[in-house]
Each structure stands twice: as C-alpha cells, then as structure tokens.
C-alpha cells in the first residue's frame, strides 16, 4: 500500500513571501496525486491534479502552482503569499488497485 | 453538478448506534466515499461505494443508493475516539478520479 509523506507540518508565513510545499508518495509507481485545501471549519476543496510526471491540471484560479518534477513528487508552490492562503494542505494519493485516495498528513499554513 | 450534502453536526451516546446521512447530485457520478478527521489530523479511509447496497467493516457500515441519490455511515457501538468529522466524498466519473467533498458531519459521542 502506498504511503503519503509531507513537508513541512506547521508553516507560518507572511503576506507576500514565497510557498514550497513537498509530497512524496512511497509504495506505488506512476499515481494520480491530487492537492487539497481545507480552511478552517469546511470541507476540501481539490486545487490541482497530476496523472504523470509534468502533467498539472488547475481546478480553481488562483494565487498557487504546482509541478510533479518526478513520478512520486508533487510540489505546491506560491511566488507571493496572501492572507486567504492560509489553511490545511493536503497531498493525496490514488491506490489503482482499490481507486481509494488517501491522504498526506498534512500542512498547516498560517499567512500573517 | 456534485453538490455534497451532509448535516453539520451531530451528537449520540457512548455505546450507541449513530447514522450520518448524505445526498449528493446524479450526475456524473462514480462512487461514494467515507472519511473520518479527527481535528487537526489528516482525513483516514473508512469506506467506499460503488454499487447500491450496505459494505460493512467491523463497526462501521456503508450503504449506497445510486438512484436516490443518498448514502449513509453507520456507525455501532460508540466510543469516545469515534467524536471526529466525518466527510461524505463523491467520485466524478472522469479521468482525473478526484473527489467532491462534503462540508463534513461533526459527530460527538458522550459518555
């Protein structure tokens, strides 16, 4: 089974500095990797989507991006940070073999 | 569209049985996901329905209803460790696989 590893697990940022967030998949080759956000107290909202390495599709405009360098790594990244970026990032993996996703510990980003 | 709806919050017994429901919109749908988020943790994999019908795992159980547009959590036997937020997720039937979630049910078991 496949394991979801993030970095870092607590960032606090100010308004207009840069973002690199880091997940890494361990256990499966070649997995669809998803970004999700959570603001406090709702749900997830998906941000971006990779099935293959370069391959990025954006769900929402926004202020982020995100690269997949190499088949298990998957970046989110941010030139200049603003207040409503804050909030619980999470990087998922899709198990092919059961289509189940699962989740990445997490980052909780504070923008002040 | 995917609209996923799901009561805010929730409260029950220890020891009890509890049920958290979810409707979701047809269109374009592909199965139906249970997570459970203790707070400030990353959301766990309970559950996951493709064809109509109950999936049942130790104390929790799942039930789909494609038609009806409904799904359900069932969760026996209450214990405190199960008071967390728990995410109705749909899966749209395209290739990208992501998942639509639900704002969440709160649920908190007391003694």
């Known amino acids: 089974s496949q394991t979801i590893h993030q970095w870092p697990a607590t960032l606090v940022q100010p308004v207009g500095s840069p973002l690199s967030l880091e997940c890494t998949v361990e256990?499966?080759?070649?997995?669809?990797l998803y970004w999700y956000r959570q603001a406090a107290g709702r749900g997830l909202q998906l941000l971006f989507y990779?099935?293959?390495?370069?391959?990025i599709s954006s769900e929402v405009p926004q202020n982020l991006s995100a690269s997949r360098p190499q088949d298990r790594q998957f970046i989110l990244s941010s030139k200049k940070l603003l207040l409503s970026d804050s909030g619980f990032y999470l990087c998922?993996?899709?198990?092919?073999?059961?289509?189940?996703?699962?989740f990445g510990p997490g980052t909780r980003l504070t923008v002040l | 569209g995917q609209n996923i709806d799901q009561p805010t919050e929730m409260t029950a017994t220890e020891g009890a049985i509890v049920q958290i429901n979810c409707t979701y919109q047809?269109?374009?749908?592909?199965?139906l996901f249970w997570y459970q988020q203790h707070a400030g943790e990353a959301p766990t994999f309970l559950s996951y329905n493709v064809l109509d019908g109950l999936e049942e795992k130790g104390r929790f159980s799942s039930f789909l209803s494609r038609s009806k547009g409904y799904s359900y959590l069932l969760l026996k036997e209450l214990q405190m460790k199960d008071s967390a937020s728990y995410l109705c997720?749909?899966?749209?039937?395209?290739?990208?696989?992501?998942?639509?979630f639900g704002s969440g049910t709160r649920l908190q078991v007391q003694p």
């Open positions: 998922a993996g899709r198990d092919r073999g059961t289509d189940t996703q699962y």
């Open positions: 997720a749909g899966r749209l039937d395209t290739g990208r696989r992501a998942l639509t």
């Open positions: 256990g499966t080759s070649n997995p669809n």
């Open positions: 990779s099935v293959g390495i370069g391959q």
């Open positions: 047809t269109s374009g749908f592909n199965g």
